[in-house]
């Protein structure tokens, strides 16, 4: 018998300067709630493919993005800590041509130097679109607090 945990507290993402390829894509990183991560994307013509779905690749790319911000974000974001994917397998199992993609990670396992996480991506009815597990490197150590900061 398990007892009922309270629900982790939700912590804001701060919004990075817009850099990197996820970001000109659309992916907004909303808030890690405990070992999740949650973000969404809204479906624009440059995700389509020829016919007129989200391309793979696209989902791939959030997919990737958003299991990479749970272990990023493991300490929370004043501490975050930079990683590359190593391996990354993803499953698509449905379709969407609009609307917004919500996404969601679990940090699965985390040592000091690696992480292991999952995600899934769904679409505006709920259909489970496409969902993936990879293995992540920690590319430097964790950022000290700013003096003051939380």
Do not use: C, W
């Amino acid at each position: 018998m398990t007892a009922d945990l309270p629900e982790p507290v939700a912590e804001p993402i701060p919004a990075p300067p817009a850099i990197g390829y996820q970001d000109r894509q659309g992916l907004v990183v909303v808030e890690k709630r405990g070992p999740e991560m949650f973000g969404h994307f809204d479906i624009t013509e440059e995700h389509l493919n020829r016919q007129g779905i989200v391309h793979g690749g696209v989902y791939a790319t959030m997919l990737d993005a958003i299991m990479t911000s749970a272990g990023i974000y493991a300490d929370g974001a004043a501490r975050r800590r930079p990683a590359v994917t190593v391996s990354m397998t993803v499953n698509f199992t449905g379709r969407a041509s609009g609307g917004r993609v919500a996404l969601r990670s679990r940090l699965v396992q985390r040592t000091s130097r690696s992480f292991t996480a999952e995600a899934q991506a769904t679409g505006p009815d709920g259909t489970v679109l496409a969902h993936a597990l990879g293995s992540f490197r920690y590319s430097a150590p964790p950022a000290e607090p700013a003096a003051g900061g939380a």
